[in-house]
Every structure is written in C-alpha cells, then in structure tokens.
C-alpha cells in the first residue's frame, strides 16, 4: 500500500526570494497611493474644505482593516492552536508573521489617538456646534447627542479611551510575544516533550481567544462605534470579530496559494488544505451576513428612535446604493463563488475571490464609517476627500504588507517539530 | 466467445483499495466504459480512476434550494399582502425584511431534502433487484471488506474468456461470472 510514497521537505524552509519581490511592490504601491492621496488632499483643500477630515477617516478605515488582518490573525492562530487540523499547520507560520505586525498597528493607531478631537464627538463638543451651525444636524439631534455624551461620560471620554486602547493592546502583545516565542522554541525542544507544548498552547489558546471577543469588542466600540455616541448594538463587537475572520482567512489563503509558487509550500500545499480553508471561508461569508442581517432585522422590528437613525443615517440619501453594493460584494458574490467546489479548489480563482473579499470588507468598513460624520449622514455626496478613502486606507495595506512579508523572512515557513507534518506530506491520494 | 445470454458480466474481487484503484484505472485507460466498482466505503480515487466525478447532485440541491426560497418568500408576500393585508406597527405591508428568515429556512430545508432525494433517485433508488447479488462472493464481502471491479458484458469489449484472462491479469482474489 501507498504509505510509502511520502514526499520530503525541501533543505531551505525559508520563505522563498520573491517574498522579496513582493516587499518590493508594496513599497511602490504605497508611494503610489500616497502621492494620489496627497493630491486629492490638495483638491479637497481647493475646494474649500478641511483636508484633514477625510485623511483622518480614511486613516481610521486602514487601521480597521491592519488591526484585523494583525490581530485576527493572531485569534486565529489560537483557533486552530485549540481545534487542530492540517490546515492550521500549514497556516502557522504565516499566521504568526501576520500577529507580528502589531507593532505598526500600533503605531497606526497612535495617530487616531492623537486625532481624537477631530473624530469624535465626545473628545470635542465642536463637531457637535460646527454640525448643527451649517444645519447637518437640528436641535433635537444636538439634545439626543449631548444626553448621549453625558450619559456615557464615564466611558467616552480621552482618558478611558488611550487607557482602555492601551490595555487591549498590552494584552495582544502579550498573547502575540509568548505565542511567538514559545513556537520557537518548541521547535528546538525534542520531539518527545511535544505533548507538552501542545498542552501549553491549547491552555494558553482557550482563554486567549475569549480575552480576544472581549478586548476586540472593547476596541470595536471605542474606536468605530462611539463615533456616533447616541448608538448602541451588542453584536457589533462580534461583528467585527466575524469581519476578521473573513478577511484573516481570505489573506492566508493569498498567502498560501501564492508562496506556493516556490518551496517549501510548493511541497506542503495540498488540494485538500486548499479546499478545507475555501469550506472555512465560506462559513464566515455565512456567518458575517447572519449577524449583520440579524442585527438590521432586530433594529428594524424595534424601530425604536434611540436604534433606527443609525441604519436611515446609513440608508436614505444616496446611501442605499452603498448597502446595496456592499451586500453584493460581502456576501452575494462571495457566497456564490465560493459554493462551487472546482473554485475552491483552483488557485487562480480561489486568490481572486480572496482578493475581491478583501476589497469587500474595505468597502464595508467605509459604510460603517463615513455616515457617522453628520456632513455624510443621510446625504452621499462627492468630494475630492471622499475619494481618500481609497487612497490612504491601499498605502497604509501596502505598507503592512511590505512589513508583513519582512515578518515572513524571519522564520522557516514549516514547523518541522508536529506529529501532524507526516500526514501533510502524504500524496494527495492516500490510495494507489 | 461473446457473452452468453443471460451473463451480466465479470466480477473481480480484490484484498485492498490499492489494487482496486489500479484495476479500475487501467481498466478505463483500456477503454472500458461499461464497468463499476463497489466497495465497503466510499473511495475518491476509485470515481476519479472511472472518470465520474461529476453528478448532478448540486445542481439538484441548487435548484430545490432556489424553489424553496421563492416558495416561502412568495408565500408570505401573499399572506401579508393579499391574503390578511394586517396593519403591523404602521409598517408597509410587503416587509420584506421580515420575510426573509422563513423564507432562509426554507432554502435550506428544501435543499436537504432535494440533496438527499436528489441522490436516492440519482442513484436509481430503491432497485429492488441487482444481478450482483447472484455472487455470492459479493455478497459476503461487498460492504464488510473486499472491493469489487465488474466488467460488464454489455461493453462492447467484452468477451467472457478474454476478459476474463484479462482480469486475471490485475491480481484478483477471485473472477466470477454474473448471471442475470
């Protein structure tokens, strides 16, 4: 029988030379864009407006989207530290060079904390008089929010967001540190001590991904969230949860697939991985529209005036078209695709539906985003500094991934020291 | 020799699953067509060696899913809106919105039943009468530890001595005759 036909790992488990490439592109990809970025700031100040404004949101989308790619993948390395499975060790490494770049996550982040009075609300009463002086919002909105404001002051104010931010923080780095250094050193330990460090990463990976729903929740509401501070939604953690997991599987899938042109994924990458992350994806594309339905439908039946004004803010005025496109392009369109078994198990095709998800949840974060400012609430509207929400959000992707494929150097990109490696390199066929 | 009348075909019994891929595979490559393997579970590779990956068991699951969708939906648009037009907290009577969780239900009810349904009937479902079953090899093997290949006499190919030489020649524990 055909156990025998096992193939062999090659010598350099390095990534291989055209990560280099990769790095290489991003950089002009992001120089690129922030020349385009630099200039429709120019013509948004032409035009009479504050090109700050739009710079600063879309900052704010690229941090959304970085932070999920940083620290989803991070939640997911523990998933699969607890759940097992060979997709996960062909994932690992990847995974762990995407929870390295929380540092530039960070520092990402720096700039929203230092921007604070220009976002929101709360951190500055003047967007609130400046709103309702040029008639975005009336007297009634400006009660509504000032009760909002002072209701949650203990909550919403500077302080408690630097310090809150800061904590979450903390603990990513912590959970990313160990989980990091530990895989190292697993790896030099003897094969017989494995049992060992199984045990301590799934105990350290268990509690891990609560501490992860509870401190990405926190961050979700602080960062995106109390941008409107008269809304509330308990799901709305989760929701970004869900939205980093689409997006985290979405870019290991690119990442697999394309490191797989060169070794050592060329040998480790199998059909059958392939198509068990395309399943898994595709159970996120479910879930992602379950709890965003779900929680329309329950504002919807409620139709309570302190809830509803969240989605007309983000329905009436133009905005519907958005809704519409982005329930076609974060769900219609890759639910459908990834139903076909032939496309999740292709490559061309399964990177592409990837990407196009990636764009996606970009496109959601910016329905979630630029309605709570109340010159864009219920009133889409073209500006030169709309458009820097593609600009800024590409050339700060760009820049991650440039770091990220720095973070994929450092490491062998195969955990030699598993049980489990055994059965990756078995044939695709088990049989004949 | 043709086949005589009333012979379905030959029936080769193989030990592993190994050498039932391998049969099954040169046996395409040869040209055979009218052929089938049977064993205790399923084997990819034995569908892939007999080039019949494909079947119409999405599709069908595709379409009862779209049915089932549009059946609910529809059905409530005429409960809500023709049938009891009901004033429900000043809403539209088409809320759609509401619609959409039985109408989901149904999607995925109706494409169970039509993937379950689907294969039975694909599969030809209930057949009261297979001729294998006159082996009696077969049935004492077939679903506990033994694997199959039949060549049937209706391939144009068949010829009972030659083919049954040329069986021989795939390593089998046995070769029968299957009579109707």
């Not at chain 1, 488990?13 to 690129?32: I, N, Q």
């Not at chain 2, 030959?10 to 393997?37: I, K, N, Q, S, Y």
């Not at chain 2, 699951?61 to 049938?83: D, K, Q, R, Y």
């Not at chain 2, 049935?139 to 530890?145: C, N, Q, Y």
Request: hydrophobic content about 50%; charged content about 15%.
């Amino acid at each position: 029988m055909a156990h025998g036909f096992q193939k062999t790992l090659p010598a350099d488990l390095g990534a291989p030379p055209f990560v280099e490439v990769w790095k290489k592109r991003a950089y002009m990809v992001c120089g690129v864009f922030l020349v385009i970025a630099a200039i429709l700031a120019i013509l948004d100040y032409a035009a009479g407006q504050n090109p700050w404004d739009h710079v600063l949101r879309a900052w704010l989308l690229g941090v959304m989207v970085t932070f999920g790619f940083s620290v989803g993948g991070l939640a997911l390395l523990m998933v699969q530290y607890c759940s097992g499975g060979k997709w996960g060790l062909l994932l690992r490494r990847p995974l762990e060079a995407m929870s390295r770049t929380l540092p530039l996550v960070f520092l990402y982040w720096i700039v929203i904390a230092l921007a604070m009075p220009k976002l929101y609300m709360w951190a500055n009463h003047g967007l609130v008089d400046r709103a309702f002086r040029l008639g975005q919002i009336t007297s009634w909105q400006v009660e509504a929010i000032d009760h909002a404001i002072n209701f949650k002051r203990p909550m919403l104010n500077p302080t408690m967001f630097v310090a809150v931010s800061g904590m979450c923080f903390a603990i990513w780095w912590l959970y990313m540190w160990k989980l990091n250094s530990w895989a190292m050193q697993r790896e030099a330990d003897s094969p017989q001590s494995t049992p060992y460090w199984i045990r301590k990463f799934e105990n350290w990976s268990g509690p891990g991904i609560v501490v992860y729903s509870v401190t990405m929740t926190a961050a979700a509401i602080y960062w995106v969230m109390s941008l409107d501070p008269t809304w509330f939604s308990t799901v709305y953690g989760l929701l970004f949860l869900v939205g980093q997991g689409y997006a985290v599987l979405a870019l290991s899938i690119i990442t697999a697939i394309s490191l797989s042109k060169g070794e050592p994924f060329k040998t480790i990458l199998r059909q059958t991985e392939q198509h068990d992350l395309g399943k898994l994806t595709f159970a996120f594309v479910m879930l992602n529209i379950y709890l965003a339905f779900g929680q329309f439908l329950i504002i919807w039946s409620g139709n309570l005036p302190e809830e509803i004004n969240w989605y007309l803010d983000r329905i009436r005025g133009h905005w519907g078209i958005i809704i519409t496109l982005d329930f076609i392009f974060h769900w219609v369109i890759p639910f459908t695709l990834l139903l076909s078994r032939d496309i999740k198990r292709n490559k061309k095709r399964l990177t592409r539906v990837c990407q196009f998800m990636i764009f996606a949840v970009a496109f959601n974060q910016f329905w979630l985003i630029e309605p709570n400012f109340k010159d864009a609430a219920r009133n889409l509207h073209f500006s030169w500094g709309i458009l820097e929400y593609a600009a800024v959000p590409t050339a700060m992707i760009a820049f991650w991934v440039a770091y990220f494929c720095l973070q994929l150097r450092r490491r062998p990109l195969v955990q030699v020291n598993d049980p489990h490696l055994k059965e990756i390199l078995e044939p695709e066929h088990a049989h004949a | 020799m043709p086949a005589r009348e009333g012979t379905y075909g030959l029936l080769a019994e193989f030990d592993t699953p190994g050498d039932l891929v391998r049969a099954a595979r040169r046996a395409h490559e040869d040209g055979w067509r009218r052929m089938d393997c049977f064993s205790p579970y399923p084997i990819e590779e034995v569908a892939e060696a007999m080039e019949c990956t494909r079947n119409r068991v999405p599709l069908v699951t595709l379409v009862g899913g779209l049915l089932g969708c549009a059946a609910m939906f529809s059905f409530e648009t005429w409960v809500s809106v023709i049938a009891y037009p009901l004033n429900i907290a000043g809403r539209p009577t088409y809320s759609w919105p509401a619609f959409i969780v039985p109408a989901y239900e149904w999607t995925i009810l109706w494409a169970g039943l039509s993937a379950a349904f689907g294969l039975m009937a694909l599969c030809k479902f209930p057949s009261l009468y297979h001729p294998l079953f006159n082996a009696p090899n077969f049935r004492k093997g077939a679903t506990v530890d033994k694997f199959f290949l039949c060549l049937e006499a209706l391939d144009p190919r068949f010829d009972l001595e030659g083919t049954r030489a040329y069986l021989e020649t795939m390593g089998p524990l046995s070769v029968v005759e299957v009579p109707y």
